[in-house]
C-alpha cells in the first residue's frame, strides 16, 4: 500500500507563486511513478504533471508548461509541483497520485494510477 498526503495549497493573487508537496508513506515510492492532476468545481479531473520512479522522465499538461515544475525528492519521500505565474483557471483541488511498479512510460490518465491523496486547495484570485 502506498498512502499519499498533499499540503501547501492556499489562497494566492494571480500571478504568485505556491509550492505543493506530496508526502508518501510505504515501501514502494522509489519504484513508483508520480502525478499531479487537478479538479475545478464542475469540471473533469485532469492531467497536469507527472514524474517516473527515478526522476529522469517529466511531462507537462499545455496548460501549465513553462509555468509548474515538478519535482521529487526519492530520500524524502516527496513529491512536488512548484507553481508560478498563477492565474485564476489554475483553482482547482489539486491531487497526487501514484502509479506503482517501475514504468517506461508515462501517463496522463486519471485511471492509470493506483493511489491517490486526499487534495489540497488551491485558489487564485484576480
Known amino acids: 500500500q502506498v498512502q499519499l498526503v498533499e499540503s501547501g495549497g492556499g489562497l494566492v493573487q494571480a500571478g504568485g507563486s505556491l509550492r505543493l508537496s506530496c508526502a508518501a508513506s510505504g515501501r514502494a515510492f522509489g519504484s513508483s511513478d508520480m502525478g499531479w492532476f487537478r479538479q475545478a468545481p464542475g469540471k473533469d479531473r485532469e492531467f497536469v504533471a507527472a514524474i517516473n520512479w527515478s526522476g529522469g522522465s517529466i511531462y507537462y499538461a499545455d496548460s501549465v508548461k513553462g509555468r509548474f515544475t515538478i519535482s521529487r525528492d526519492n530520500a524524502k519521500n516527496t513529491v512536488y509541483l512548484q507553481m508560478n505565474s498563477l492565474k485564476p483557471e489554475d483553482t482547482a483541488v489539486y491531487s497526487c497520485?501514484?502509479?506503482?511498479?517501475?514504468?517506461?512510460?508515462?501517463?496522463?490518465?486519471?485511471?492509470?494510477?493506483?493511489?491517490w491523496g486526499q487534495g489540497t486547495q488551491v485558489t487564485v484570485s484576480s
Open positions: 497520485a501514484a502509479r506503482a511498479g517501475k514504468r517506461y512510460v508515462l501517463s496522463t490518465l486519471t485511471n492509470e494510477y493506483n493511489y
